[in-house]
């Protein structure tokens, strides 16, 4: 795991409030935006480094993260009338060589298991990389009939995969996910799979996460090892790299003939099923840390924050209990609006060093009950999004509660939708394209398709093609014709492709 850069003073220099400030204080994002995202990971209890190279520790907070992202999709799959099941972790090495480009893709990648206890094992097992070869050998007896299709399956757990460089929840050895498998009887209903999943992805992460994402196809070169083709959601980071959040892949028939997943048609004919499969991992999590953060830390979206609302007693050692118990009722109040609140209720820590934790953790509304504020019948809100305080009745803030944390999901989405756009250039040249991606912003261009000029670009530039936006993609979607910025060749795709420095 990537370690955090760390600044100490002489100790006789540190006053308890200067020790609390380092403690929640970050770099600025303008200063290092690297040392910026490893400190928030860290200070606002998200996760830890582990003793395992390459693998972390998600803390209660990331894990809390993490259950309501579980929650949301899990919910959405079993509308859609998907099925979860679970499966090993470990694969037999000889599945994962079955598929040629499978493997070609994974191998640098695998962990292997060589030995169980003092036996040698005759043939190694591999850490799941991912599912699609022990799913297919399994589906390969269940299936006889077309009137079993389709198979909708999905499962939750962890991958492994060799990463020389890491990063908390961006890229670790051990990373957590679902991954979709579904069979088709028919390669349209296959690609429609693919489609629905890639929009249930991105309203997602429009509606959840507050994040804007350009749906489209890979080319070519950026295909998953084994697809027919790869789609994709893309973010841009406050840093102007771009983040790969999800995919849907259609398979085709690759991984069917490969495992012998077949079965017997209306006409008594035999068939190949069609297959999909399907990812969010939790890199998700490093998306919305790098979308909506800011110099004092996380922002986190209401509609996935695990607490929304952080009410903090004010009060002296002789009325303090009073104060909490009064947060406690407010609390109750607020719940009952079915909002997720907690109150802070430690004692001996100061209000400041209280104010800068819960903003460092993102916590959309924090507010403020204090003796004379009892006394008049008012509290003091302050939302995350903003550098002001209101003073409002309670009554005021309990009711308009709901409609307070809607604004703050709405002006996350709109600023980090503003600055998509406003950070994304398209060119016709290949001097505009370089200059673009070395300023940092995302480049709209067309290219020929040619693998080996995408090759050239990402040694050039360190671009690579992050995809070519869907017809009715809600973000450059236009179809265009032109010449390859690059080769000055005929454009494949009649639109101009994505590019940008990537996670």
Known sequence: MTQEKTQTQPKQAQSNSDKKAQQYGVTPQSVDFNDWYNEVVKKADLADNSPVAGAMVMKPYGSALWERIVRWL???????????????????????????????GFAPELFTVNKIGTEVLAEPYVLRPTSETIIGHMWSGWLNSYR????????????????????????????????????????????????????????FCRDILALPVVRGEKTASERF?????????????????????????????KFSK??????????????????????????????????????KGLMMPPNIAPTQVIIIPVGRKDNFDEMVAEGEKLAAELR?????????????????????????????????????????????????????????SRAEAVS????????????????????????????????????????????????????????????????????IPLDDAEFFAEREEGVCVHTGKPAAYGKRVIFGRQY
């Open 258 to 295: 490969a495992f012998g997943v077949k079965f017997q048609t209306r006409d008594q004919k035999e068939e190949f099923a069609y297959t999909t499969s399907w990812a969010i991992s939790s890199r998700i999590i490093g998306a919305l840390i790098m979308t909506h953060g800011d110099d």
């Open 148 to 203: 079993d299709l389709p198979f909708l399956h999905y499962q939750w757990g962890s991958v492994f995969r060799a990463e020389l460089r890491t990063k908390a929840f961006l890229r670790t050895s051990e990373f957590y996910w679902h991954e979709g498998h579904t069979a088709h009887a028919s390669a349209e209903e296959a690609q429609a799979e693919v489609r629905m999943i890639l929009d249930l992805y991105h309203q």
């Open 225 to 253: 090892a084994g697809a027919t083709s790869t789609y994709s959601i893309e973010g841009m980071m406050r840093d102007g790299k771009a983040l790969q959040a999800g995919t849907s892949h259609y398979l085709g028939q």
């Open 400 to 467: 308009g509660i709901t409609s307070r944390l809607d604004a703050i999901q709405a002006f996350l989405l709109k600023r980090a939708t503003d600055f998509m756009l406003d950070n994304t250039v398209t060119v016709d040249s290949y001097d505009e394209f370089k200059a673009a991606i070395e300023a940092g912003k995302w480049v709209r261009a067309f290219h020929s398709g040619d693998p080996e000029s995408e090759r050239q670009i990402k040694e050039d530039t360190k671009a690579t093609a992050r995809n």
């Open 74 to 104: 899990d919910d959405e799959f079993k509308a859609r009338d998907h099925e979860s099941l679970v499966f090993p972790t470990l694969i037999p090495m000889s599945f994962i060589m079955k598929e040629a480009d499978h493997v070609e």
């Open 336 to 392: 009952a609006q079915g909002v997720r609140v907690k109150v802070d209720k430690r004692d001996g820590v100061t209000n400041g060093f209280k104010y800068n934790e819960w903003e460092l953790k993102g916590i959309p509304v924090r507010i403020e009950l204090g003796p004379r504020d009892l006394e008049q019948g008012v509290v003091v809100v302050k939302d995350r999004t903003s550098d002001e305080k209101e003073t409002l």
